[in-house]
């Protein structure tokens, strides 16, 4: 059978990202299914001491796939090979790989932190508060059984709709009127 996928990309800074936090919560998923996996992208300073800690939680390949650096029609390519994103961040601001996500169509799981709230919704992902990892859990194992029912055009329309070229150049014109006026 087909195994769903889900991907995370980050910096690989594990004390604003909490990589650590997702492997642990991955490790706990395989215990008790095998039908996913999970796209690991990006470097960083805490990239190696990440794989050595799936390593540890016992978790292989394909469970977890470590890619490095993807960039352009790259990232592109493996957003679009995955069910759903996930990012378990202790803070952030409004990560690009949301409304990347969103663009691409795929539904998010993310921490309520910085600005996220303000985008992430029950029409295209659900919110976890920072730290819960039993929250995580329970949203990645609720996304492996539901991302089908996310309306991925829907979630792509919204976010040209948000973060596209138009909206984004609307919004500075009103700023600089604003600001000048």
Do not use: W
């Not at 390949?61 to 352009?72: A, K, R, S």
């Amino acid at each position: 059978a087909h195994k769903k996928r889900f991907i995370h990309i980050s910096c690989f800074e594990d004390r604003s990202k909490n990589i650590s936090g997702l492997l642990r919560v991955i490790s706990k998923l395989a215990n008790c299914r095998d039908d996913f996996e999970c796209m690991m992208v990006g470097e960083g300073i805490d990239l190696e001491k990440m794989k050595v800690l799936a390593d540890e939680l016992g978790l292989k390949y394909p469970q977890v796939i470590f890619t490095g650096l993807l960039e352009d029609e790259h990232v592109i390519q493996a957003y679009q090979g995955c069910d759903f994103m996930v990012m378990f961040s202790n803070y952030e601001n409004m990560p690009v790989v949301i409304s990347e996500s969103f663009c691409c169509g795929l539904p998010v799981v993310a921490t309520a932190v910085g600005g996220i709230p303000e985008y992430v919704n029950n029409r295209n992902g659900k919110l976890v508060p920072a730290g819960n990892e039993g929250a995580l859990l329970e949203a990645i194992t609720f996304m492996l059984d539901h991302f089908h029912e996310f309306d991925k055009l829907k979630i792509s329309h919204d976010a040209g709709e948000v973060f596209g070229k138009k909206a984004v150049a609307e919004k500075l014109q009103e700023l600089y009127s604003y600001c000048n006026a």
